[in-house]
């Protein structure tokens, strides 16, 4: 029995603006932190505005890794078959 095909690689794409880093890294600093902080106590609202100011912090620092993981990454030929 032989081993599936991988798949094909994925197709160039140029890196996210750091407004979609900021909001994902907000959402995820939000599940981060939200279950712990509503069992201490905090209100509702500090913790979203602590989960946009890691989203805002944490931005720059994720944007400038996404080039770097895209470049690693191996990519489609192109149209002309190079």
């Known amino acids: 029995m032989s081993s599936p095909a991988p798949p094909p690689p994925l197709p160039p794409r140029p890196p996210r603006p750091v407004g979609v880093h900021f909001l994902v890294d907000s959402a995820v600093a939000f599940l981060a932190i939200v279950v712990v902080a509503l069992i201490?106590?905090?209100?509702?609202?500090?913790?979203?505005?602590?989960?946009?100011?890691?989203?805002?912090?944490?931005?720059?620092?994720?944007?400038?890794?996404?080039?770097?993981?895209?470049?690693?990454?191996?990519?489609?030929?192109?149209?002309?078959?190079?």
């Open 40 to 82: 201490i106590g905090f209100p509702f609202w500090l913790i979203v505005v602590l989960a946009l100011a890691l989203g805002a912090a944490f931005a720059p620092f994720t944007r400038r890794a996404e080039p770097r993981a895209l470049a690693a990454r191996p990519t489609a030929p192109g149209p002309d078959g190079g």
